[in-house]
């Protein structure tokens, strides 16, 4: 069965390398301008100019860095206020009618403010990566808290357990799904906002990488920074699914 | 309804969607001009105004941009004809296979007195030289444009490694608050942000990086797609007779200038009242040129081998 199951990797890569050759078709039929859209060989040899030269390791390790700390940043805030929100209705409406105020408010529009407080630095980066990651951890915690089975809440009634062992004993186990779902979600969105933070705030990363190589025209460059972005996310994203299903192996499959 | 009327009542059809959708066609000497709105394109303002370009026939459409990217963008995709540009644009989109050659200059160094951009210090900071801004935070403009570019070469003039001065991109309104607030030591600043920084006293001038620059080195000019000055050699001297005969007409006639800056620019009077008239010049220099390569080439901005020579236009006539 895992067999059959790891055979599905091949069209998925055949996908992938159909896009890269109509990426190429569309550059050598001069659909664009290749000083738009550079050729994957020229992107490719960017790629490995970028990393025999050194510079672009520092760069995608320094984005990689803050990414990773804002999503930490924004999964202990999202989970925690969602814990709370989702556990007590009492705080649940004094709270969520302000959050739902907030939580339209694009991220990118409250940079400003973010200079404001932290200035042009990583504080002000892991800020705004903060704010605006926290939300899917924070709605999917609410949902997963309420979506607990009643009747594990019965028994924990019933076996006399405190309030702190149902929620870390009863509850938390079975939101994990949820909050699991809205920490992938949660990542994605502090990629864009590191790539953001860091053209809006000069830090040394790919998102300044890709802003001065498009405004150098050099789009080789710009576009290899844009493939080291896609691996991230992609990269990223297959770790946090194979996390999630390590956290979540006691459920039953049916 | 005879056929005769149904094929009548559809010819008139066909014949009001042609005349309603056709767009007029471009004359043959139709100019798109895309241009950064500053005191520097005021040739290009004065020679529309004073129908310099009406009596040889050029009928200009003069549109502005927010920056240099979008001036070659334009001129890449033919949106545009003719742009705006300064030196290291040009060079480092040669470098990167755009071919933009020179149609005709628009200023030169030295630019006006007295100075109106420099190196404004916090107030408070304690910084007097090159040296004290070694680990500071420096606000400019844009990263790696003329402003960035021209403060790193008055650093390294001043045997200080640029690379030790932090720069952040802030916008220049946003600089005073910035500085005032701390999150910057420093700032590369331009006139009318530049002179009222200094009268609120929220930073104090210490380092004027366009003063050691030779006299004679372009600041901006007018440039052309290659291919297109190859087909329209006559429309592009039309163009640079025109900017020419009105740097000669602002020399005579400041009030017209003046009010040609008002119109494109949109500046309050006051300030187009105290504004520098910028030092206009339609001849570029290949030699001036090769000091603009060889100073974007020391940092690091370009890879290739660009030469001055690239970007001349010599019209075959």
């Known amino acids: ?254 | 309804m005879t056929i005769q009327t149904v094929f009548a009542r559809c010819a008139l059809a066909a014949a009001t969607l042609l005349i309603a959708t056709a767009t007029p066609a471009r004359s043959a000497d139709t100019l798109k001009v895309v241009v950064i709105s500053q005191s520097d394109a005021l040739a290009l303002y004065v020679a529309a105004d004073q129908h310099m370009f009406d009596k040889r026939g050029l009928s200009v459409e003069i549109t502005p941009v927010a920056n240099q990217s979008v001036v070659v963008s334009s001129l890449v995709s033919e949106a545009a004809d003719i742009g705006f540009a300064v030196p290291p644009v040009i060079i480092q989109a040669k470098d990167n296979g755009i071919d933009l050659q020179i149609v005709c200059g628009a200023t030169e160094f030295p630019l006006p007195k007295p100075a109106y951009a420099g190196i404004l210090a916090r107030t408070g900071s304690e910084i007097r030289s090159a040296n004290d801004l070694i680990g500071k935070k420096v606000g400019v403009i844009g990263l790696n444009s003329f402003h960035h570019i021209m403060a790193r070469r008055w650093l390294a003039e001043n045997h200080v490694d640029p690379g030790k001065v932090e720069f952040v991109e802030v916008g220049l309104p946003q600089m005073q608050d910035l500085m005032k607030a701390g999150q910057i030591d420093a700032g590369v600043t331009v006139d009318p942000f530049y002179n009222r920084m200094i009268d609120q006293g929220v930073g104090y001038s210490f380092g004027d990086y366009l003063q050691t620059v030779p006299n004679g080195i372009p600041v901006d000019f007018y440039v052309a797609p290659k291919s297109w000055l190859a087909n329209h050699q006559e429309i592009a001297v039309k163009f640079r007779d025109a900017i020419a005969e009105a740097i000669g007409h602002i020399k005579a006639n400041e009030a017209d200038a003046r009010a040609s800056l008002a119109k494109w620019t949109k500046l309050p009077a006051a300030v187009v009242a105290s504004a520098r008239i910028p030092n206009l010049s339609a001849g570029v220099d290949e030699g001036t040129l090769n000091w603009w390569v060889d100073l974007v080439k020391s940092q690091g901005l370009i890879s290739g081998t660009v030469k001055a020579q690239d970007f001349t236009f010599r019209a075959q006539r």
Not at chain 1, 35 to 52: D, I, K, N
Not at chain 1, 65 to 87: K, N, P, Q, T, V
Request: hydrophobic letters at 55%; proline letters at 5%; aromatic letters at 10%.
């Open chain 1, 1 to 254: 069965m895992k067999a059959v199951r790891s055979l599905w990797i091949v069209p998925s890569i055949a996908v992938a390398v159909a896009f890269v050759l109509l990426w190429k078709y569309a550059v050598d039929a001069r659909m664009v301008s290749p000083v738009f859209l550079p050729s994957p060989e020229r992107t490719w040899a960017a790629l490995q100019h970028g990393f025999a030269a050194g510079a672009l390791q520092l760069k995608f390790l320094h984005t990689l860095e803050r990414m990773f700390y804002g999503w930490i940043c924004a999964s202990i805030f999202g989970i925690a206020i969602g814990a709370l929100i989702g556990s007590s209705s009492t705080i649940r409406s004094y709270l969520q009618p302000s959050l739902e105020l907030l939580r339209p408010l694009p991220a990118s529009a409250v940079i400003p403010i973010a200079i404001a407080f932290f200035g042009l630095s990583d504080g002000m980066v892991l800020a705004t990566i903060c704010f605006g990651a926290l939300w899917p951890m924070l709605l999917a915690t609410i949902h997963g808290f309420s979506s607990v089975e009643p009747r594990l809440y019965e028994l924990s009634e019933a076996l006399g357990m405190k309030r702190t062992a149902v929620v870390f004993k009863i509850v938390l186990p079975s939101a994990l799904p949820d909050i699991l779902a809205g920490m992938r979600l949660g990542m994605t969105v502090s990629l864009i906002l590191t790539v953001v933070g860091e053209m809006l705030a000069s830090r040394d990363g790919l998102g300044q990488w890709i802003l001065l190589a498009g405004r150098s025209f050099r789009s080789p460059d710009l576009f290899a920074g844009l493939v080291l972005l896609a691996a991230l996310g992609l990269s990223s994203s297959l770790l946090l699914i194979g996390l999630e299903r390590w956290l979540l192996r006691w459920r039953t499959v049916h």
